[in-house]
């Protein structure tokens, strides 16, 4: 993907006068994709890998325990917190049985994996998101917190060697 640097400047004035700001409504204010956001992040923030790792990168999750499912219409923010269930493919779609988390997902539709460790509100957060071909986000995973708000470090570990294993899997 390309960006103009006029684009990436415009990203990082965003990123900067509204820090606490949703990617996606970063990628609104900006005119660019969240994909083009994640781009412009402080070298190390996120790491993008094809979508062809959707189902390792879900499988894994799904051992990770309790997480926070986001998805983010823009009008909604919708959150699920809960383990990730195994996913299957069937019928075209990568089918989760869970409760609270279950629904159908189009596995074929996510371009990129991106996972992303950046300060929100002051607090470290890592998440996994899910971008489609035009670069918008499907819906981000986000590791889960102990009683005193801090990341549980065992999902920092899975998140940290998931984002190294695929880092090394992508051809150069």
């Known amino acids: 993907m390309t960006i103009s640097p006029d684009l990436c400047a415009a ?3 965003a990123l900067t006068d509204t820090p606490q ?3 996606e409504d970063i990628a609104r204010s900006a005119g660019a994709s969240v994909a083009q956001v994640l781009a412009c992040l402080p070298e190390g923030e996120a790491t993008l ?3 062809t790792y959707f189902q390792e990168a879900m499988a894994d999750i799904a051992g990770w325990g309790e ?3 986001v998805i983010n219409t823009g009008d909604v923010i919708l959150e699920a917190k809960g383990a990730l269930p195994p996913g299957k493919v069937a019928q075209g779609y990568f089918n989760l049985h869970g409760k609270p988390i ?4 189009r596995a074929d539709a996510c371009a990129q994996v991106a996972l992303v460790a950046r300060p929100l509100f002051g607090m470290e957060t890592r998440s996994v998101q899910f971008l489609n071909g035009q670069g ?3 819906f981000k995973v986000y590791l889960g917190r102990d009683a005193d ?3 549980i470090p065992a999902q920092v570990a899975a998140f940290d060697a ?3 294993r695929l880092t090394q899997q992508v051809p150069a």
Not at 102 to 105: F, K, V
């Open 49 to 51: 890998v094809p979508g």
């Open 102 to 105: 279950g629904g159908h997902i």
């Open 21 to 23: 700001a949703a990617l």
């Open 162 to 164: 998931l984002r190294d």
């Open 11 to 13: 990203i990082r004035a």
């Open 67 to 69: 997480i926070t499912l």
């Open 149 to 151: 708000r801090a990341l």
């Open 136 to 138: 918008a986000c499907m």
